[in-house]
Structure formats: C-alpha cells, structure tokens
C-alpha cells in the first residue's frame, strides 16, 4: 500500500513540473508578442495627423468569407478632389459591362451622379445632412434586397450592387453612422452585404488625415481602395501618402487580417474635354459617341479605357468580381 501512495505521489509531482514548465512557456510567448507589437498601435497613442490610430479589433470577418451583396461607398471628404468623377466613372463602367446596380447621389448640392446619369441607370438622391434620412437609407436597402412581385405577377429580383456618392465635409455624420448605428455590421449580419469604402485623394495632408479618421471608426469592417487622381500629378508626387508612417501602419494591420487595402490611380482627363462633358451634362459614353467635337471623342475614350483598367484591379472588392472584362 505505501508503494502505491509513493507512486501516486512521484506521478502528481510530474503532473505538477509539467504544468509549471506549460505555464512559464506561455507567458514567455504571450510576453515575447507583446514586444513583437507595433509601437504605432498602442491604444491612445496620437498619430502624425493628430488622429488615435487604434489597434485593430480581431474579428471574423476577412476577405475569404463571400457577401453576396456590395455596397461601394465613394468618398474624399474635401471638396474638388475627384470624387464625383470617380463615382461617375464607375457608374459608366457598370453600364458597360451590364453589371444591374442601384446608385445612391448624396452630394446632392452637386448632384454629378444624377445629373449625367439619371436617365441611364437607378438614380435616388439622398441628403446625407437631414438627421433620420440615413436611417431611412438602412431601412430602404432591406427593401431593395429583396425579391418582388411586379403588377403581373414576375419576380423581381433584390438588388445586390450599390452606389453611394457621399458630399464633401460628410465624415462626422459617416462616423456617427457607423458607431451609433452600427451600420457596418448591421448590413454584414443582416443583409450579408460588404462595404468599400473607395477614398479619392490628392496630394495634401488633407487626404492622408481623411484615411486615418476613416480606418479608426471603420477598421476591419470594410474593404478599402485609394485612388491617387492624376490630375494632381504622377503617382510619385503623392509624397505625403506614400511616407505616413500612419498609412504604413494601417495597411499592415488590415494585411495582417487579410482585409483588401488596394491602391489604384485614376487619369487625368484634359481640361477642354471635361468641360465639353460637363456644359453639356454628357455622359462619358455619349461624349465618345457625340460627333460635334473629335478632339474630345478620342480624349474621352482613351481616359475611360485607362479609367476602367485601374477598376479592374480593384473588381473584387468593387461588385465586379463575376463580371467578364470587355
């Protein structure tokens, strides 16, 4: 009987060494991670740009689940930075390539999205600034995303691509959205619906702070694509962007969950061909369709070729991913 109790006894002695062993491990690697950690993601610690770029909440949501439903929200929160040409030009890609959307015009003392688009495709103004209508937005798409009956009896099938052109000076509002509302995790759980956020820069320090204010109240909870307009230079003059020890941090967090950080530029189109478009309220189709000036025929169907190419290195993320290329 005393050989088995000293049995036992060498064996809960193993027991306990082995645990004492497991334990020093793992604090040694939990200590060893925390060292391994980007200073730039201390929680509280103040950016470049005077933002608080907050470590990145781990969630389940990365670009390997699939939506079966986009919403491509347009943004660039300083006025004349591109924004509406940008949305214009996807708009007019949709079309081309067939791909059935609905679009969203909220710049709606500039309304570019409805006035050269509005009898070409879905068109619904949205005044992003009246307190309520962003609720009545949220509410719409569950309508929008559902099938229907039309007055014969055909289904009508719910829509899964949106468009939402956003005002200058709107990211106050986009951010109460988001945290007061939810909304970013309401459409994922509710209506299985990615957002991308598409961020048009040029190249200011503006541009880069507007990135940092988005990725702290959106995080990892949508897709991001920045596009450097040309107009403002060649890609090598975004200086500003390209050394932001903010933006490098940003991206690695997002790579780092497998959250799509994508860059891409958009063409400058000549002066004279966008005003010809612009008087005449023209899409860019019916300006390369239009035989009065030649000039801006061709301006405009080189800039729409070089335009599209730049999307199509973004189609995952920006409701074309089943499209075929033209």
């Known amino acids: 009987m005393t050989d088995i109790l000293n049995d036992e006894a060498e064996i809960l002695n193993g027991v306990e060494e082995l645990l004492l062993v497991t334990d020093e491990t793992t604090e040694a690697e939990s200590t060893e991670d925390i060292q391994q950690m980007p200073e730039a993601v201390t929680a509280g610690e103040k950016t470049e740009a005077g933002n608080t770029v907050l470590p990145q909440t781990k969630t389940a949501v990365t670009n390997k689940k699939h939506w079966s439903r986009r919403l491509v929200i347009v943004t660039g929160d300083k006025g004349g930075v591109g924004k509406s040409t940008f949305a214009r030009g996807l708009a007019q890609t949709y079309l081309d390539m067939k791909k059935e959307f609905l679009a969203f015009d909220a710049d709606i003392s500039n309304s570019h999205l409805s006035r050269f688009y509005g009898d070409k495709c879905l068109v619904r103004e949205l005044d992003f600034f009246t307190e309520g209508n962003v609720d009545l937005f949220l509410d719409d798409l569950k309508e929008l995303i559902e099938d229907s009956l039309d007055t014969e009896g055909a289904v009508i099938r719910g829509k899964s691509l949106f468009l939402l052109e956003l005002p200058p000076q709107s990211m106050r509002i986009l951010k109460d959205v988001v945290q007061q509302m939810k909304f970013l995790s309401t459409v994922d759980e509710l209506y299985d619906m990615r957002v991308t956020i598409v961020v048009v820069i040029s190249r200011v320090m503006d541009s880069v702070k507007q ?40 991206k690695d967090l997002l790579k780092e969950s497998e959250i799509p950080f994508l860059e891409i530029t958009m063409p400058d189109l000549i002066e004279h061909a966008y005003d010809y478009l612009d008087k005449n309220s023209l899409t860019f189709n019916q300006g390369i369709e239009q035989k009065e000036k030649p000039s801006v025929k061709g301006r405009v169907s080189t800039w729409i070729s070089k335009f599209q190419e730049q999307v199509w290195l973004a189609k995952s993320i920006l409701g074309l991913e089943n499209v075929p290329r033209l």
């Open 211 to 250: 990135l940092i204010t988005l990725y702290d109240f959106c995080q990892d909870q949508v897709d991001y694509v920045v596009v450097k307009n040309l107009f403002f230079g060649s890609p090598s003059n975004f200086v500003r962007y390209k050394e932001s020890s903010d933006v490098t941090t940003i």
